[in-house]
């Protein structure tokens, strides 16, 4: 008898090329946002491995549970809008589950999820307890964990984005731009992406030998409101800032709220940055200035990691994937007025 091939996995082909499980994934997926010369590598090798990217497994659910917190993550939504538009070139259904605030609740639903067996399970929470996740370990079903916005990537198989570059771009951005008095507005202290976030932009202003005071260093919680009464404290500073770094989206609208209570105009009194590029930042009037995080390319390694698993290409081991961010130019960030 012949014996069988090993099925070559997205990861083997990633590795033997040496580009990221993103950019593999990319080139199957049709991708346009590839380099011509590493996509035409990277399909050649596919020819010579013989990848296929789908496969089937007759004994189990081709249905994978997306499961959500109680208080949705900035991001979150578009997490679910890439598995939707991915629903359609994938042999896989998505059920979207979102979890109550109670323990007695949320373990009772993760038990649930895990007795109706399903192909493999996403997870975007910001406080997955290490039980959790070995007691879907226990039940032998694939799970990812999306780290958004900044858990411990404690799951074997995880995706997340690289924080602490996205905060060092924040910050060199706003220094090219001339600005040398930049606030920041940081997430929960519980956030690890707030955290490193935080430090790629204290590392910007280091390198340009500039410091980051405390009294330019405010927390909100990602929420408008926490923006917004943010922005309202720095101005009463004897020396406002000239910009303000908020660490999402959503606490940057606050900001430009703050900005109309003041009678400020954005970017000429001051200049905003977020982090996310989430809906509505670019209707904002002025479009919001931001660091993308890579939603599309989070949730395809999340399910590619689950269709390997799935067809047993993926093996054992941790695997985890760190996407890098991009900054989006917008109108929102302009060089410091002479005051």
Known sequence: ??????????????KQDGVSLATV??????????????????????????????????????????????????????????????????DLVFSIRQIAKTD????????????????????????TKPNELDAF????????LIDLPGVVAQSRLSAGVDNWTGGLMAGRYLVERGHTRVATIQGRATSLASSARLSGFVGALTEAGLALPDQYNLRGDFLPESGRKATLELFELDEPPTAIFAFNDLM?????Q????????????????????????????????????????????????????????LGEGVHRVVLPPRLVERGSVAAPRAR
């Open 104 to 127: 007695e609740s949320r373990e009772h639903l993760l038990k649930r999820i895990a007795e109706d067996d399903p192909a493999g399970i996403i997870l975007i929470l910001d406080d």
């Open 258 to 313: 703050a900005a109309s209570q003041l009678g400020l105009r954005i970017p000429d009194d001051l200049s905003v940055l977020g982090f996310d590029n989430v809906f509505p930042s670019m209707y904002l009037h002025p479009a919001l200035s931001t660091i993308a995080q890579p939603f599309r390319d989070l949730m395809d390694a999340a399910i590619d990691m689950i269709e390997d698993n799935l067809d047993g290409r």
């Open 137 to 144: 370990s226990s039940w032998n079903i694939p799970l990812v």
């Open 1 to 14: 008898m012949a014996r069988t091939a090993k099925k070559v996995s997205a990861s083997d082909i990633a």
């Open 25 to 90: 994934s990319k080139v199957i997926n049709g991708r346009p946002d590839v380099a011509d010369d590493t996509r035409r590598r990277i399909e050649e090798i596919i020819r010579q491995t013989g990848y296929t990217k789908r496969g089937y497994a007759p004994a189990q659910s081709r249905i994978v549970e997306v499961v959500l917190p109680p208080n949705l993550p900035s991001g979150a939504d578009s997490l679910i809008n890439e598995a939707a538009a991915r629903s359609n070139d994938v």
């Open 252 to 256: 940057a609208m606050g900001v430009y």
